[in-house]
């Protein structure tokens, strides 16, 4: 079945430092792609997503370019904040009948 | 326009007690999930409806769980009868299902503790 693999966290890094989280995926057909972000307390936010081969999402500073050949989703953000500092998710969707499926999460903490 | 709403937003009861959560999805939506997020377990997709229909309920991990959406603006999960194990936050989500590039709206779960 479809499943997505993400780095396992806990991520940690100094103010302003760029940020990678490597989320890859497999799936039959063309799914899309996608990145929620959880803040403390919070439900999931979309972040950011996209839908064919080459796209790059992007919102907020972070971006993520669908890899087809690699099949490959990584979130980059060249500064990152304190305010950062959150979980986030990667996650595909290969039917409009059926739910995401979810990576494991990988927690951020940004230090000043 | 009003997200995913999600009542209460915390929980405390006894074990043995009935739990009833609730769910208004973003009007339009057709589809509603129910998740379960835990330290250990992380995020778990317990149930989910299309057109106010139980589509798969394979997460749903007891019989002590079930779910009903009597109509498109409502759904509620019902825990009884309710165990320390089952403290956790519990998200609903809602999606239309206008193709694999819709996604789904969260609320902001309902943070349930058994004592």
């Known amino acids: 079945g479809d499943s997505v693999t993400q780095m396992e966290g806990p991520v940690t890094l100094s103010e302003e430092a760029f940020l990678t989280i490597n989320c890859t995926y497999t799936?039959?057909?063309?799914?899309?792609l996608f990145w929620y972000v959880q803040y403390p307390g919070e439900g999931l936010q979309l972040l950011l997503k996209a839908t064919k081969a080459d796209d790059k999402g992007s919102n907020k500073g972070f971006e993520a370019t669908y890899r087809k050949e690699t099949t490959s989703f990584h979130l980059e953000k060249g500064s990152v904040q304190v305010s950062d500092s959150a979980v986030y998710f990667c996650?595909?969707?290969?039917?409009?009948?059926?739910?995401?499926?979810f990576g494991k999460g990988t927690r951020l903490s940004v230090i000043a | 326009d009003a997200g995913v709403i999600q009542s209460p937003r915390h929980e405390v009861t006894e074990m043995g007690q009935e739990v009833t959560l609730r769910c208004k999805p973003i009007?339009?939506?057709?589809?509603l999930f129910w998740y379960r997020q835990t330290m250990m377990r992380g995020l778990e997709l317990l149930i989910y409806?299309?057109?106010?229909?139980?589509?798969?309920d394979s997460g749903m991990p007891e019989d002590r769980f079930s779910a009903k959406m009597p109509n498109a603006s409502f759904s509620t999960l019902k825990i009884q009868p309710s165990e320390p194990r089952d403290s956790a936050v519990y998200f609903c989500?809602?999606?239309?299902?206008?193709?694999?590039?819709?996604?789904?709206?969260f609320g902001d779960g309902t943070r349930l503790s058994i004592l």
């Open positions: 009007s339009g939506h057709n589809s």
């Open positions: 409806f299309n057109n106010n229909v139980p589509i798969d």
């Open positions: 799936a039959t057909g063309y799914p899309s």
């Open positions: 996650a595909l969707r290969n039917s409009g009948n059926t739910p995401l499926v």
């Open positions: 989500a809602s999606s239309t299902t206008g193709g694999e590039s819709q996604p789904q709206h």
